[in-house]
């Protein structure tokens, strides 16, 4: 029955991608910075361990929201940037953000 769900619900099959408190926090710091590398992240994204970003990140490229980009050979470097397809989750993660906004934790 899940896979029936997954297969034909759109929200679903985007909550796969995205559905993590992590992976949103991510898609915002990308969205707001272009370019962030590994350490910055893990600085943004307080509490994070580092397993668990790593595996987001290679979540979030797997499913072609994210690419990796080398800026330094010598030792190798990388740098996370949003592809076209990622960009298309701004006006949800912006949508989110006034969400919390109107509607803060401390109210019921």
């Given at each position: 029955m899940k896979d029936t769900i997954s297969k034909f619900c759109p929200v679903v099959r985007a909550l796969e991608v995205v559905g993590d408190k992590w992976t949103l926090i991510i898609l915002?710091?990308?969205?707001?910075?272009?370019?962030?590398?590994?350490?910055?992240?893990?600085?943004?994204?307080?509490?994070?361990?580092?397993?668990?970003?790593?595996?987001?990140?290679?979540s979030l490229e797997s499913n072609g929201v994210i690419?990796?980009?080398?800026?330094?050979?010598?030792?190798?470097?990388?740098?996370?940037?949003?592809t076209a397809k990622g960009r298309h989750l701004g006006p949800i993660v912006m949508a989110l953000r006034a969400w919390g906004n109107k509607y803060p934790t401390d109210e019921n």
């Open positions: 915002r710091d990308l969205l707001l910075h272009k370019t962030r590398r590994f350490q910055d992240l893990q600085e943004s994204l307080e509490g994070i361990a580092p397993n668990t970003l790593s595996a987001r990140l290679k690419e990796r980009k080398l800026y330094s050979e010598h030792p190798p470097r990388l740098e996370y940037v949003l």
